[in-house]
């Protein structure tokens, strides 16, 4: 089955410490996103990449960094530079076509002490 | 910009009642519109589309018809089960270039 994961679950860090959240597809789209969910919030872009090796911020970066290396692949880093860190990150892709929608994977919930 | 308004919740209804959650939005072009819905703890996954005017997305028992003239997509189901519990998005993508712009959200309780 073609899908997005995200790995881990649950994720706890001590703060300081940089983490990397992995999310990972299948569905050999083009286009990847991460967004951060706060508790009874929406949802807010932090990165997004289009296409391997390029990648742009989103309205939230600030404290995170991000590698696409591969198609499949487009991890997370939130840094010690993020001052609140604890929340649920969501991973999405898209095929690169005006109008498509996006697939999410399952999330990962940061949180850190 | 483009923008989407949502109703703000919580919506708690009784099971078989009728849903209506609002939705409006403000885009320069023509842009797709869905609605997604997210289970506790889970990602979102996506309920329904449109991608033109006049267009009517449905899945699980759930609609909702793109209207240009007021440029709304209300989500509507005709009978809600408990099993409908959730946070509801409506959301809109314009151009290829453009990201998904996604409303607040509106969390449902359905009471047995």
């Known amino acids: 089955d073609g899908g997005i994961t995200q790995s881990p679950k649950y994720l706890f860090r001590k703060e300081g410490q940089n983490v990397t959240l992995s999310c990972e597809q299948n569905l050999n789209h083009d286009a990847m996103y991460w967004y951060r969910q706060d508790p009874g919030q929406g949802l807010r872009l932090i990165y997004y990449s289009q296409i391997v090796n390029d990648f742009q911020k989103g309205d939230i970066a600030e404290g995170y960094s991000v590698s696409r290396e591969k198609k499949e692949s487009f991890p997370l880093t939130v840094t010690s530079a993020q001052k609140n860190p604890t929340a649920f990150y969501l991973c999405?892709?898209?095929?690169?076509?005006?109008?498509?929608?996006?697939?999410f994977g399952p999330g990962t919930r940061l949180t850190v002490t | 910009g483009d923008s989407v308004t949502q109703m703000e919740g919580p919506v708690t209804l009784s099971e078989e009642a009728f849903l209506t959650i609002n939705c409006t939005y403000t885009a320069t072009g023509y842009p797709s519109l869905f609605w997604y819905v997210q289970y506790p703890g889970e990602g979102l996954q996506l309920l329904l589309k449109a991608t033109k005017a006049d267009d009517k997305g449905s899945n699980k028992g759930f609609e909702a018809t793109y209207r240009k003239e007021t440029t709304s997509f209300h989500l509507e189901k005709g009978s809600v089960q408990v099993s409908d519990s959730a946070v509801y998005f409506c959301?809109?993508?314009?151009?290829?270039?453009?990201?998904?712009?996604f409303g607040k959200g509106t969390r449902l309780h359905i009471l047995p």
């Open positions: 959301a809109l993508r314009a151009g290829r270039d453009d990201k998904i712009i």
């Open positions: 999405a892709s898209s095929i690169d076509r005006a109008g498509a929608e996006q697939y």
